[in-house]
């Protein structure tokens, strides 16, 4: 059974980073596309990162990149999202979510084709 659980989320002051872990069991990544969304109070869902399980070709939204960095880890079956320069509107609920890649070359951003996700985690960028 596929499954992903996340883990990583704090409370951390501006300026501050953390790496939040994704860790799947059930199936291997490199036929898979690795998301990171996050939902903030009263805010819609957005995707900000993500990474092809063959290619490991990343996408990083706006908002994130240059701060933001996704990466993988096969041997530990495990994503990684290193986020530093963290800033109070980076406060959200962080999810991991995957799906399986058509073919290896496929584009990991192609956010609505995510349908398994894991159970978030929290992370508050407050001073």
């Known amino acids: 059974q596929l499954q992903l659980v996340e883990s990583g989320g704090d409370l951390v002051q501006p300026g501050g980073s953390l790496r939040l872990s994704c860790a799947a069991s059930g199936f291997t990544l490199d036929r898979y596309a690795i998301g990171w969304f996050r939902q903030a109070p009263g805010k819609e869902r957005e995707g900000v990162s993500c990474?092809?399980?063959?290619?490991?070709?990343?996408f990083y939204a706006a908002s994130v990149k240059g701060r933001f960095t996704a990466s993988r880890d096969n041997a530990k079956n495990t994503v990684y999202l290193q986020m530093n320069s963290l800033k109070p509107e980076d406060t959200a609920i962080y999810y991991c979510a995957t799906f399986a890649l058509p073919y290896p070359s496929y584009y990991c951003s192609d956010f609505p084709r995510y349908n398994n996700w894991g159970q978030g985690t929290q992370v508050t960028v407050s001073s």
């Open positions: 990474i092809s399980g063959r290619t490991r070709s990343t």
